[in-house]
């Protein structure tokens, strides 16, 4: 046993890290749009990503007033901007069908390939592993139960921004993490796809980041992640050696 192990801290992002998001972006896209078949669906989800966090942003993020009142608005809001920039023009009715189909598909999920193996092995080897999200609590929480997640994941080291009252980048939610869950930044890795969010704000909390990059992008500023996964297998390899 290494010296200190007990210690240590795996934090995972939700959306696009434990399970692919574009699959539920692509199956509204097709079906409701139905868009030639060249279509760029992963360029189309990424401003839909952007869109996404720029809103909430705006509304004070997800545990604002602001954002309760207006989320619903904000979801269809955010299709008819990225498809926009695709030359797709959504009628207001449009995107409020495409946001209900997109929830529902949201909860039909099938974990990255890997991610439960590596999860309960970590679990099992007695890190502390838990979750730090964006989004509303009744939307996160019907995710992580599609998953279940909650048989690996105790509830108390599920942190959801709309609970804790201040989304990722803000380096608060790490710091809120880290008091209580009784750990410290310098042995806290944190897991995530999103640079913005994930990368840039675990960095300022002065945690280890690995930057799940499985969509191969390219960075968005000058920061640099400490590690970069493309999958749950290299993943599984960094988090053995620097654990």
Same mark, same amino acid.
């Given at each position: 046993? #290494?010296?200190?192990?007990?210690? #240590? ?24 749009? $139905? ?18 966090? #720029?809103?909430?942003? *705006? ?13 619903? *608005? ?9 498809? $926009? ?8 009715? $449009?995107?409020?069908?495409? =946001?209900?189909?997109y929830i529902g598909c $949201? ?15 970590? !679990? ?5 592993v838990g979750l730090i999200t964006n989004g509303t609590?009744?939307? =996160?929480?019907?995710?992580? !139960? ?10 108390? /080291? ?7 009252? %201040? ?16 750990? /410290?930044? *310098? ?7 999103? %640079? ?10 002065? %945690?280890?980041?690995? %930057?799940?990059?499985? /969509? /191969? ?27």
């Open positions: 046993m #290494k010296p200190g192990r007990y210690e #240590k801290a795996v934090f995972f992002d939700l959306d696009d890290t434990l399970y692919d998001h574009l699959i539920p972006f692509y199956k509204v896209v097709q079906t409701i749009v $139905q868009p030639e078949d060249d279509f760029p669906y992963e360029a189309a989800y990424h401003r839909l990503r952007y869109y996404s966090d #720029k809103l909430a942003l *705006e509304l004070g993020g997800a545990g604002s007033d602001e954002y309760r009142q207006a989320v619903e *608005e904000m979801r269809c809001r955010r299709f008819q901007l990225a498809l $926009q920039e695709f030359d797709i023009e959504l009628s207001p009715e $449009q995107a409020a069908s495409m =946001q209900a189909a $949201q909860y039909e999920i099938d974990m990255f390939e890997g991610a439960q193996e590596l999860l309960k092995y970590l !679990a099992d080897s007695g890190y502390i609590q009744e939307h =996160q929480m019907k995710k992580i !139960a599609a998953m279940n997640l909650e048989n690996i994941i105790p509830s108390d /080291r599920l942190f959801i921004s709309g609970d804790v009252g %201040w989304d990722k980048p803000d380096r608060r939610i790490f710091a809120h993490v880290n008091e209580l869950t009784g750990t /410290r930044p *310098e042995h806290s890795y944190y897991v995530g796809d999103s %640079w913005r969010n994930d990368v840039i704000g675990a960095l300022a909390a002065g %945690w280890h980041v690995i %930057w799940f990059n499985h /969509r /191969r992008i390219e960075p968005e500023s000058g920061h640099s992640p400490h590690y970069i996964a493309g999958s749950y297998e290299e993943l599984g390899e960094i988090l053995k050696k620097v654990l």
